[in-house]
T-cell receptor
Framework: RKEVEQDPGPFNVPEGATVAFNCTYS??????FFWYRQDCRKEPKLLMS???SGNEDGRFTAQLNRASQYISLLIRDSKLSDSATYLC?????????FGQGTELSVKP | NAGVTQTPKFQVLKTGQSMTLQCAQD?????MSWYRQDPGMGLRLIHY???????DQGEVPNGYNVSRSTTEDFPLRLLSAAPSQTSVYFC?????????????FGPGTRLTVT
């Protein structure tokens, strides 16, 4: 079983839609998680950290459920520029364990 | 700051050849790492370093060597290239506080082994 697993995708949504990605992790001792964004054939870039209390950054909301060992990312009012692959990451003391990524395509 | 730089951007090797992928950062980051990315697999950690002179293995270290003689540089060596090493390779660095988690990635090296 992979340490970090994500929804398979791809997600094809119209502009303005709300879309949610889920991710599960297997290491119950993990404390720190992130969402990274990767545009086609480019390097990953940090989108946001995931805190136990949940956190919001504009149209993006990340939540962590430790009991069920899953992480979510909610994107509201999708824009064309949100089209990318979203990577769920378990930070194990600086060693990043990546999920396989979920592709999002936002259409006009 | 240039951030994290990688050379070359593209490389084609024949099976059995050796080469070194270069990675450098100018942010004085202690932590550096190498990942490979294959279709449908996400990024997988190859080797990492927590500071000059210290390296350790990641998830998929076989066939690769690293060294860290300076804070700035972290080269990845392929000893005898195999077609299974065809991939996109990313180098990353992060702040001295490992738990912060934000790693800065280089633009990647696209390697094809024939």
């Amino acid at each position: 079983r992979k340490e970090v697993e994500q929804d398979p995708g791809p997600f094809n949504v119209p502009e303005g839609a709300t879309v949610a990605f889920n991710c599960t992790y297997s290491n119950s001792a993990s404390q720190s998680f992130f969402w990274y964004r990767q545009d086609c054939r480019k390097e990953p870039k940090l989108l946001m950290s995931v805190y136990s209390s949940g956190n919001e950054d504009g149209r993006f909301t990340a939540q962590l459920n430790r009991a069920s060992q899953y992480i979510s990312l909610l994107i509201r009012d999708s824009k064309l520029s949100d089209s990318a692959t979203y990577l769920c990451v378990d930070n194990q003391g600086g060693k990043l364990i990546f999920g396989q990524g979920t592709e999002l395509s936002v259409k006009p | 700051n240039a951030g994290v730089t990688q050379t070359p951007k593209f490389q084609v090797l024949k099976t059995g050849q050796s080469m070194t992928l270069q990675c450098a950062q100018d942010m004085n980051h202690e932590y550096m790492s190498w990942y490979r990315q294959d279709p449908g697999m996400g990024l997988r950690l190859i080797h990492y370093s927590v500071g000059a002179g210290i390296t350790d293995q990641g998830e998929v270290p076989n066939g690769y060597n690293v060294s860290r003689s300076t804070t700035e540089d972290f080269p990845l060596r392929l000893l005898s290239a195999a077609p299974s090493q065809t991939s996109v390779y990313f180098c990353a660095s992060s702040t001295p506080y490992r738990d912060q988690g934000e790693q800065y990635f280089g633009p990647g090296t696209r390697l094809t082994v024939t």
